[in-house]
């Protein structure tokens, strides 16, 4: 094995969201352990992020979902592996895995996927769609509920799959970090002047994240007279029209005054602080990264009981009510959502920090940005060990 490597991690876009964050982790990581890193993609805005880190961007069409440009992509990453010596290829969404699997295959170089999410399988087709996320030499699953769902479905051995979760970065997720002129900021930013309680749902505005279910339980919770809340649905605008039939649902309820959209936050660290509450509700996740995120800023969670969402998040009935961070509701149960967050705001401060304190002792133990670098170079360097 030669002491130095080069990878080649594919990805359709460098966007906000829990797949490119991953990337640009681990591409830090190899520069930094004095490898190279070279990142395919359409562009985005964590690019600038990358090539301060050291790392080299080629600009390719890898969003398509076109079969001749799917070929085309496989030919130019072939090419790619062999003009810049690339040691593995490492892909990390479905269609460019397909491109990176023919291109490894024509080049024998070794292949990883990273399988970030539980893709909706009810079609033959999708099934074979989807399967090439688990054709790879090492299969990385984000977390031991995505690692059941890759044995269960694609009978993958138990050899090709690493299990390696998701993680914070604890020089950005701190609390002794925070000053008054970033708590400050982020509150203009929010119009969270502190009179009202915070809720946070943070991730891209698209139905998966669920937003609307967070929209619905506080038009019951209005119904119940429950005084009003800011309500932080911070993230990427991945839908327009979802935005919209979100602030219509919101104006038929009578809350949309309590709703606010501020986009991708930057400082969401910060946004977190503010809080009271954070909340990730999702139908679909391999592993819920703003549930890390919010616990290490030691923010009480609510969660859906929906795949790993209980594997970030301790909660009742895994834990006792002593031990828990947060609270956990059935996916797609708005009046639950409404009774959790009316639970925890009924709690007293010294309660709320004691579930805050918990959540971020659980996380920094058990998902460190050291922990998944370590875990990832380990699988590339047993690849080229063989």
Known sequence: MKNTFTVLQVIPR???????LGCLQIATALVKNGHRAIVASAGGPLVDQLLAAGAEHISMPLATKNPLLLAKNASDLASIIRRENVSI?????RAPAWSALYAARRTATPFVTT??????EKTRLKNFYNSVMARSDTVIAVSDYMAHLIRTRYHTPEKRIA???RAFDSTVFDPA????????????LLNADGSKPVLILAGRITPRKAQHHLVSALGILKERGAPDVVCVLAGEIEKPAFKEQLEAQAEKLGVAHQLRFPGHVKDVAAAYAISDIALNISEQEGLPRVAIEGQAMGVPMIVSDTGPGREVALTVPDVKPDEASGLRVPYADPKAVADAIETMLGWTAEKRKAYGQRGSANVRSRFTLDQLTSKTLAVYQRLLST
């Open 163 to 165: 299990v390696i979760h």
């Open 14 to 20: 460098m966007r906000a969201g829990g797949a490119e």
């Open 177 to 188: 970090l925070l000053t008054p002129e970033r708590l400050a900021a982020v509150r203009t």
């Open 115 to 120: 399988y970030h999410s539980e893709y909706s």
């Open 89 to 93: 290829i490492h892909a990390r969404s």
